[in-house]
């Protein structure tokens, strides 16, 4: 059973930092892919960060120089790291993974990050 489970969400002032964490089922923590993709209230779901199993990361031009995603073998976890974080980053943020190219998006259930002073 593929399962991801997102946690580290929270409140935050502008300018501070979170790490979210992702806990994979090991099968799809050794696929393809896995990353993080968010959405806010009233819009859609999009891409944050991505990180391949040969290590290739792609970030949204919105998060780049501020967040980074990164994974531990050991622990079979994804974490996305965000700094400098901005009122306009506020959203859920989702837990992804692909096991192969071009297959089926798994998602975990969301945690919550709010920018706010």
């Known amino acids: 059973q593929i399962q991801l489970v997102e946690s580290g969400g929270g409140l935050v002032q502008p300018g501070g930092s979170l790490r979210l964490s992702c806990a994979a089922s090991?099968?799809?923590?050794?696929?393809?892919?896995m990353g993080w993709y968010r959405q806010a209230a009233g819009e859609q779901r999009e891409l944050v960060a991505t990180l391949t199993r040969g290590g290739t990361t792609n970030y949204a031009d919105s998060v780049k120089g501020r967040f980074t995603i990164s994974r531990d073998d050991a622990k079979n976890t994804v974490y996305l790291q965000m700094n400098s974080l901005k009122p306009e980053d506020t959203a859920v943020y989702y837990c992804?993974?692909?096991?192969?190219?071009?297959?089926?998006?798994?998602w975990g259930q969301g945690t919550q990050v709010t920018v706010s002073s």
């Open positions: 090991r099968s799809i923590f050794n696929g393809y892919r």
């Open positions: 992804n993974g692909v096991l192969f190219a071009g297959g089926h998006d798994y």
